[in-house]
């Protein structure tokens, strides 16, 4: 770690900045992870496409279908491929807390620079704040590394601003990936804007959470190497006007992605996400792979579609914007 414990709000207030992918996992035709292909991406994605950080192993990257040592292992080649190019948060999310812990101690290990923990599913459960202070505050005081918490219907319920606002306090708590409506999130960047980092996955509103509530974090998603290419980084063109508060030209650049963005939207079919995203980075020339049970594949007509949508939606195909 480049910071203390003590230290680790300041540390990421000053580095958590800018855009944040979340990496799928490239596996090959015999389901192994694709390790060679996943150090090609992140170079791809770092260099080329000048992403400045990643979440690594989280939903996107299909961690449910890991075990803890395949885990561990995307861990270490994340923070062997990012080197010297850009920051890595690693998804530690599992309903057993020593699980938790465990994978958390690790990342600390090999050189991670945050980690990112979900609010766990809880049965039987309605009011449920003071178990998921204790939950957070159990997993912080066992592990030095910055935290970023992470809510999301997924787990069945979302945290309040207001319980969120408690857990901000924590010393190593930095930041949230706040996958909920506007309205929540920007109550909590009111809150609690100024001891954590507050930020969702909706590319969509990113510009606006720059320019109207102060943000300095995309975390994050798959869009930042989706809709992006070597001779064609509009998303990163309309962050950077965006924080020099170039507010005409960024929103400009944005709406121009709007056919991108429905093009990946329209093709998608229901419950075959990572399918879809993975198919999307093989015409972009990046390395997608298979997918693993209980994920679905992509059948011929569904790549048939999306392949024209891709071809037709101008991706690649407009020179890079210069900042004027």
């Not at 998804?91 to 057993?96: G, K, L, R, V």
Request: aromatic fraction near 8%; glycine fraction near 6%.
């Amino acid at each position: 770690m480049k910071y203390a414990k003590k230290d680790a709000k300041a540390y990421a207030r000053a580095h958590m900045k800018g855009i944040w992918a979340a990496a799928l996992t490239p596996f090959t035709d015999t389901l192994a992870i694709d390790e060679d292909g996943f150090r090609q991406n992140i170079r791809h994605w770092l260099e080329d496409l000048k992403i400045d950080g990643l979440f690594i192993a989280g939903k996107q990257g299909e961690f449910f279908s890991m075990s803890i040592e395949e885990r561990k292992r995307n861990f270490e080649l994340a923070v062997e491929a990012s080197a010297g190019r850009g920051q890595t948060i690693m998804s530690c999310s599992d309903q057993n807390m020593d699980v938790v812990i465990d994978l958390a101690k690790h990342a600390q290990k090999v050189g991670a620079d945050y980690i990112v923990v979900h609010a766990p599913i809880l049965h039987f459960f309605k009011a449920q704040d003071e178990t998921l202070y204790e939950y957070y505050r159990t997993i912080a005081e066992k592990i030095d590394i910055g935290i970023a918490l992470w809510s999301h219907p997924d787990s069945g319920y979302l945290m309040s601003p207001q319980l969120c606002n408690r857990l901000a306090d924590i010393e190593n708590v930095v930041a949230i990936k706040y996958s909920v409506p506007r309205p929540m999130y920007a109550e909590l960047t009111r809150l609690a804007g100024d001891r954590i980092l507050v930020s969702t996955a909706s590319e969509e509103e990113w510009l606006d959470n720059i320019l109207e509530l102060g943000w300095q974090l995309y975390l994050c998603s798959s869009p930042p190497y989706l809709i992006q290419t070597a001779n064609d980084r509009r998303m990163r063109e309309y962050t950077d006007l965006a924080f020099r508060g170039e507010a005409e030209k960024a929103r400009a650049i944005r709406d121009s992605l709007d056919p991108v963005r429905e093009a990946l939207r329209g093709t998608r079919p229901a419950e075959k996400p990572h399918a879809h995203q993975k198919y999307w980075q093989e015409l972009l020339g990046q390395v997608g792979g298979r997918v693993r049970p209980p994920m679905l594949e992509l059948t011929e007509a569904e790549k048939a579609a999306t392949r024209a949508a891709f071809e037709a939606c101008g991706l690649g195909k407009a020179p890079l914007a210069k900042a004027g």
